[in-house]
């Protein structure tokens, strides 16, 4: 290349380069917005285990970049902070309250100077609570004494939770058993200057396609192996709450999951063992199962687990998985096992068996599930349980309800489509034992279900009680249709009192003591069968008062095949009505096997808007008015329902915005579309298949599916099997007709395998290559979720100027160019 031709090719890069390079520093987004994203958090209500006590605890929603920035170490599955060896860019809260039920007191726990604590956990006895505060060096086990709010740290103890389970209460109520850093454990292993051996990986003899959807952030040399060692390996030991006496138990290793007996007299171990895998996270390594004794002696291997590379997509590993206590005194095991290879979607008469094994007996085969198991709730009194099984070929969940004491049939309690969210019986109300472990509440012979309520009208969370004996319910509550009103915990299930969360369209989430009164002589279908009265016992003010000037509404329709759909439609403040506004559409895209479940509603008009994260409602304060949740199902079959996907999305989008125009709220020819993951995936599509929109914003998603060929989202087939669905759907490969502006955000460290930032920097650049107009944002330290306040800030910085410019201000398009491809 010439002298002269090199250098007007630099002068090129240089002026195609100057838009995005100029731009140095985060951006701030408008007045309005800021405001909303300064504004105090709301605390998160956390009953205690006797009805007694309240712990509020405040969230820090939006931590700053430079938690982003501390070191980071993708190892086996997870990110790890190597400075304090904790989990990388885990969630915290700032600051814990107390509060005794009804009217104590909202006493603040004194916490170090930017405290970033964990969830608390309650002793069975509700006398204390313990959590854990992430310093730059550690991650330390605190202690707090419920009747005065006076916590304490324990010297000398540094908590390992890289792989979870690292804090359980034990049945004394006073003994803590946790996961520690070992003491003395010395310096990590450093890298080798130069390699020792090439990277060699193999694919083994699976005969069937195997998962690959786990793959994410693997080893990928052996120093990574020698790294998950050190920082994966712990210390167990017995932490005396009381004294901070400190008792090891057994020798350090990598532990996973560490659960004791209800008795207290054993302990349930996992320990996981080389050969490591290079394509495989931690749960798929050799492990051995076993049961301790209190000092930490092995009593017994209940399986010795090999590595575990081929595993079926949507399978199970083979052999003994999900090992658990029962919640009764007595020292039993329960266990499932696959009978069909793992492989969920084979043809046989039962998937899985479920295996009970007291200490000291032999273990027995009790039930067989025709479906994949997926659940057991055990209930508090004696060996019964409910078992869950799912189908997921026809989207199918039962639930039986089995007694592991009794050898009596089991019965069947429900089975429905688990789309079908206005007949879900919601989930069993569990409450701490004295004995540490959590088990379904049970009351004279019944059971409560507490659930979100959908109707449609939108959300009204119950309270069920189901008697055991005759598997008939009653409904004790039901939120009323003027606020959002959902169970939290029992105060005395005797007294049939409990606490709850109300909110409503002007008041923000409180908590309520609600007690039930007398029977209804009568009532209507699903309406409270009783009577109840409540007040409040919080009176948290509104945080963003200025959100209260935003309108909104549930907005039911159909798309012309008879779906139900519906959309949450906010309008600004001051909105004149009949004014037609530029509009932005947000969605996700779900596949039902049920028509008549995929319009369900199963958002509420009445919740408390508030807006957290780079969310859609922002745009309402820009003048937008926003069809949020707009409803983007795909209905078929499940093995072929992506095959229609593109049609789907674009009828339920057309109906969606029919609909806005019918309302006189939406000007047609300035909308916009939105989605994050699989609903950029949605937007890209939607902008290469029609010409609906003005522009769109794609955050985060996977545009060529050619890149994960053994399946995306609920698309079980391969590339291989389903080629052109594969090819279809994939956008990238359809960018000569992206002619609309795209926006593309993605996270530079995004956690799912199937999202990488390649799949967002290669879709920028076809666009870009074929002339059209688009711009890529990559958000440094982010993952597949924006947290930290710089990045959510800019985010919304980058999506409203976009907007402004090319669907606000867009200029009206021709007849000709506004029809559907």
């Keep these: 290349m010439s002298s002269r031709w090199t250098s007007a090719f ?39 285990p006797t009805g007694d006590e309240l712990i509020l605890a405040w969230p820090l929603w939006y931590p700053p970049i430079s938690d982003l920035a501390e070191p980071l170490l993708r190892l086996a599955g997870v990110r790890i902070n190597p400075r304090n060896n904790a989990v990388h860019g885990a969630f915290y809260f700032a600051r814990f309250a107390v509060k005794k039920i009804p009217d104590g007191p909202e006493v603040a726990v004194a916490l170090p100077p930017g405290a970033r604590v964990r969830w608390p956990r309650w002793n069975g006895s509700g006398t204390m609570f313990a959590f854990t505060n992430m310093t730059d060096s550690a991650v330390e086990l605190w202690v707090c004494d419920a009747a005065n709010a006076k916590a304490r740290r324990i010297e000398g103890v540094r908590l390992n939770p890289v792989l979870e389970y690292e804090v359980v209460w034990m049945p004394d109520q006073k003994t803590l058993l946790v996961k520690s850093v070992p003491t003395g454990r010395g310096a990590p292993p450093t890298e080798p200057n130069m390699p020792t051996a090439p990277r060699i990986e193999e694919s083994g003899t699976g005969t069937v396609a195997s998962s690959t959807y786990e793959a994410r952030d693997l080893l990928k040399t052996p120093h990574d192996a020698d790294l998950f060692d050190y920082y994966a390996t712990s210390q167990l030991a017995f932490v005396d709450a009381t004294t901070a006496t400190v008792t090891n138990i057994g020798t350090p290793a990598v532990y996973g999951k560490v659960r004791h007996a209800p008795g207290g007299q054993y302990l349930l171990v996992e320990r996981i063992h080389r050969p490591y895998s290079f394509l495989r996270p931690y749960n798929r390594f050799p492990a051995e199962v076993e049961v301790w004794d209190i000092t930490g002696k092995r009593v017994e291997t ?21 090992h658990q206590w029962l919640p009764t005194p007595a020292a039993t095991l329960m266990w499932a096992e696959a009978l069909d290879d793992g492989d969920t979607y084979k043809n046989v008469p039962h998937h899985d068996r479920i295996m009970l094994k007291p200490m000291g007996g032999a273990a027995v085969e009790w039930f ?3 479906q994949r198991f997926v659940d057991i709730n055990w209930i508090e009194h004696g060996g019964q349980a409910l078992l869950w099984e799912y189908d997921d070929n026809k989207h199918w969940i039962k639930s039986y309800l089995l007694d592991a004491d009794k050898k009596a049939a089991p019965r069947l309690v429900w089975s429905l489509n688990s789309d079908d969210q206005y007949g879900n019986p919601g989930e069993p109300v569990s ?9 379904v509440h049970e009351q004279r012979g019944a059971i409560f279900m507490s659930g979100e309520g959908a109707s449609p009208d939108g959300n009204r969370p119950f309270l069920d009680r189901l008697e055991l004996r005759t598997l008939k319910s009653e409904r004790l ?58 007040r409040a016992i919080t009176h948290f003010a509104d945080p963003t008062p200025q959100l209260r000037q935003i309108s ?29 506004l530029p509009t932005v559409l947000w969605a996700y895209p779900l596949d039902y096997t049920d028509p008549s479940a995929a319009g369900q509603v199963t958002s509420s008009p009445q919740q408390f808007t508030t807006i957290i994260g780079a969310s859609p409602i922002f745009f309402a304060l820009e003048g937008y008015a926003v069809l949020d949740q707009t409803a983007m199902p795909v209905v078929g079959p499940t093995e072929t329902a992506y095959d229609t996907f593109v049609e789907q999305i674009v009828a339920n989008a057309k109906a969606a915005i029919d609909k806005a125009v019918e309302l006189g709220v939406t000007d047609p020819e300035r909308v916009g579309v939105m989605g994050h993951s699989h609903g950029a995936l949605m937007t890209t ?21 050619t890149l994960r060929p053994f399946g995306f989202q609920n698309e079980r087939r391969t590339l291989y099997k389903a080629s052109q669905t594969y090819l279809k759907l994939s956008p990238l490969l359809h960018a000569d007709q992206i002619n609309e ?14 999202t990488v930032p390649l799949q967002s920097e290669k879709l920028f650049e076809a666009v870009r290559g074929v002339g059209g107009t688009t711009r890529l944002v990559i958000l440094p330290l982010e993952s597949h979720g924006y947290a930290a306040r710089e990045s959510v800030e800019h985010t919304l910085y980058e999506m409203v100027s976009w907007f402004d410019r090319y669907v606000k201000n867009a200029a009206p398009r021709s007849k000709q160019a506004a029809t559907t491809r």
């Design 10 to 48: 630099l002068i090129a890069l240089i002026v195609v380069a100057l838009p995005i390079s100029a731009q140095q520093t985060y951006q701030r987004a408008p007045r309005e917005i800021r405001e909303v994203l300064d504004a105090p958090t709301l605390p998160t209500p956390i009953g205690g």
């Design 302 to 322: 209940l399986a010795s687990l090999p590595l575990a590379e081929q595993v079926p997509i949507r399978g199970v590993r083979t052999g003994p998985r999900l």
């Design 368 to 370: 067989q599930t025709e």
């Design 431 to 439: 409450r701490l034992l004295p004995s540490g472990v959590w088990a």
């Design 477 to 534: 509550f039901r939120s009323d249709r003027d606020s959002l009103e959902s169970f939290i915990a029992w105060v005395d299930p005797a007294a049939m009192t409990f606490l709850t969360r109300r909110e409503s369209r002007s008041d923000p989430p409180n908590v309520d003591l609600r007690a039930i009164g007398a029977a209804l002589k009568k009532a209507a279908s699903k309406e409270a069968a009783y009577s109840s009265t409540s």
């Design 552 to 580: 909104k509404r549930l907005v039911t329709y159909q798309r012309p095949d008879g779906v139900q759909l519906s959309f949450t439609l906010y309008l600004p403040p001051g909105y004149k009505q009949g004014t037609r």
């Design 685 to 705: 599509n939607l902008l290469a298949w029609s010409d609906l929109f003005r522009a769109g914003v794609a955050r985060s998603g996977a545009y060529n599916h």
């Design 741 to 754: 502006p795209l926006l593309i955000i993605h996270g530079e460290r995004d956690v799912n395998p199937g």
